[in-house]
């Protein structure tokens, strides 16, 4: 069975997709045909949605949002990672932590971070009124600012991570090369490293992107009536009338304005492959030849005035480094401060003892723990919660490394289709996915159970397992298992003691991101649950639209240390797995 298995690894990406298709694939199928009124095919659902004006205004409102939101992230995001890049081994490590941390905790208690900083009654309205500065609350949440705000910090870290990875592979000594032919800092920096960097910059804006396209908490928990997005929309439509043509009508417009955006940003991520095989495409202005020519003979005039310049600057001292020196420092402390300053803040203020949330608080006590721990209803949900995500962890994690495996032996092309399948349900509108699980749940009969809710979300988690273990996989080196195969050892005791140790930090790493990944789960959460099921993430987001109970403040204090213990937890086992990868193949052979 394993020969066959061997000589067939594809055959282990089937229980997954087998999933993928019943719960997310077949039902996108019908919502896609009813929204075209199936068998007799026409676009009236679209004409009418098109037809409505304010329809017209929330989908341009949400394509704007994203937009805007992906600009100010690339603007903030690129210098950060410019800087962490540049900056020494140990320091680099430490800045992506930081960078981590935000990106790892639940995107409900940074919401609500900023909804106790921005409220009328929040840390900066009162320190301006403590001040004297203002006599009334300024008007800082509710309103489109806001929004901006909180959906940059939630989705700042998504651009920093590619951008990071793409510029650590960058050779340096090019942009050297340009500064010792003359070129300034920055021209070396623009004509050079730039270009080098743009699948960075391609793959983090269209993540940041389309991820943004799909938001529906934090518009609705920091924004106005005016600042609705369609996914707010779609939620509204499946929890009043729930009319399948309509929501899919909505839903497939969103999907569409996705699917758009990523061909013309391109489906090749890494940002080889698009560009082999042809030649780079000049400007516009460079293929007229009277600008061409103008070009060459104005820079021929330079040659000798850029031959003096750089002969007299070429052991002369930079004057602007200490600036540049001051900063760049400077920029990445604010960029981190602003990831990482309103978890800090909710901490602190949940170790209030007022009978309401102040910052700083004016004495500490432990009451809203104590509040979370004693209240059924929170601890309840939590239980529920942890219960849902390892049963999530374990499925997604069995079934993602099955799949990575089996796609790591699979030939290139049939890889990378299989692979953006798999991935769909992590890079289209979450509440696509959301509303196409709940008609797949509906289906089959589990709506409002724990499997149910298990499956919806192994979905979505087997996604992030694929990714992690095949990038472990890409580092593994083959011939390690074919020279314990040549010491005959069976195919089952070489993935045991060879290959299972060596890629074993990328299987707990998967494991981890599919936890966290169920554990804050809350837009799929709402639709599939129906209503009998309340999960921690369903509960706050409860209390943050009542703003009743600052018990929520110290259950953000609690989401906000978990990544802290997961990455120690993780760089635990990749140390672990270190020390154990040189005596495998001795043992193996043993």
Not at 229 to 237: D, K, R
Not at 290 to 316: D, M, N, V
Not at 365 to 393: C, E, K, M, N
């Amino acid at each position: 069975m394993l020969k066959k298995l061997g000589r067939m690894p594809i055959v282990l990406t089937l229980p997954g997709l087998a999933i993928l298709l019943v719960i997310f694939g077949i039902p996108a199928v019908q919502m896609f045909l009813s929204s075209l009124k199936a068998p007799a095919f026409s676009l009236a659902n679209y004409q009418a949605f098109l037809g409505q004006s304010a329809n017209v205004r929330v989908l341009f409102q949400t394509v704007e949002i994203s937009a805007v939101a992906t600009i100010i992230c690339l603007v903030l995001g690129y210098p950060t990672a410019y800087l962490i890049v540049a900056a020494s081994k140990r320091m680099r490590m430490a800045l992506l932590v930081l960078v981590i941390i935000p990106y790892l905790t639940s995107f409900l208690a940074r919401t609500y971070a900023w909804i106790v900083i921005l409220g009328d009654n929040g840390l900066i309205n009162n320190g301006l009124l403590h001040f004297g500065l203002i006599s009334s609350p300024l008007e800082l949440i509710f309103n489109r600012m806001a929004v901006y705000i909180g959906m940059v910090h939630i989705m700042l870290p998504m651009m920093i991570l590619p951008l990071v990875s793409v510029m650590i592979g960058i050779d340096k000594s090019l942009s050297s090369a340009a500064r010792s032919m003359g070129a300034r800092p920055f021209t070396a920096f623009w004509r050079v490293f730039f270009p080098l960097s743009l699948p960075g910059v391609r793959s983090g804006s269209l993540l940041v992107f389309v991820i943004c396209l799909g938001f529906y908490i934090t518009p609705a928990a920091l924004g106005g009536l005016g600042d609705a997005m369609l996914s707010t929309f779609i939620a509204a439509q499946v929890q009043t009338s729930f009319d399948v043509a309509s929501i899919a009508t909505s839903s497939f417009l969103l999907l569409a304005i996705a699917v758009v955006v990523l061909s013309i940003v391109g489906l090749d991520l890494s940002g080889s492959q698009s560009r082999a095989g042809r030649q780079p495409r000049k400007p516009r202005l460079s293929r007229l030849p009277s600008f061409a020519s103008l070009k060459g003979h104005l820079s021929e005039l330079s040659i000798p005035y850029r031959a003096k310049r750089w002969t007299a600057h070429l052991y002369e001292a930079r004057g602007s480094s200490r600036w540049s020196e001051i900063a760049g420092p400077a920029f990445a402390v604010l960029v981190l401060a602003f990831l990482l300053f309103p978890e800090v803040v909710v901490i602190i203020m949940s170790f209030s003892s007022g009978a309401f949330l102040e910052f700083p608080p004016s004495s500490l006590s432990l009451q809203w723990y104590r509040s979370f721990v004693g209240d059924p209803a929170w601890y309840g949900a939590a239980r529920t919660s942890i219960q849902i995500g390892i049963a999530v962890a374990i499925l997604s994690t069995i079934l993602g490394t099955l799949a990575a495996y089996g796609l790591s032996r699979a030939g290139p092309q049939l890889r990378r289709i299989l692979t953006m399948v798999i991935l769909t349900p992590i890079t289209i509108p979450v509440i696509v996915v959301g509303v196409a699980t709940y008609l797949g749940l509906i289906n089959i009969g589990l709506i409002g159970c724990l499997t149910g809710m298990i499956l919806a979300h192994s979905i979505g988690a087997m996604g992030y397992v694929v990714v992690i273990v095949s990038a472990t996989l890409a580092n593994f080196d083959r011939r390690l298992a074919q020279a314990a195969q040549s010491m005959r050892a069976g195919p089952l005791q070489t993935f045991r003691r060879i290959t299972l140790p060596l890629i074993r930090p990328g299987i707990i790493g998967g494991a981890v991101f599919a936890f966290l990944h169920s554990f804050d789960e809350v837009v799929i959460t709402s639709l599939v649950s129906g209503f009998s099921i309340y999960t921690l993430p369903l509960k706050m987001w409860e209390n943050i639209r009542n703003e009743a109970d600052p018990t929520v403040a110290a259950v953000a204090s609690l989401l906000t240390l978990l990544p802290v213990i997961w990455l120690i937890a993780l760089y635990l086992t990749w140390w672990r797995s270190r020390s154990q990868a040189h005596p495998a193949i001795s043992e193996a052979a043993a």
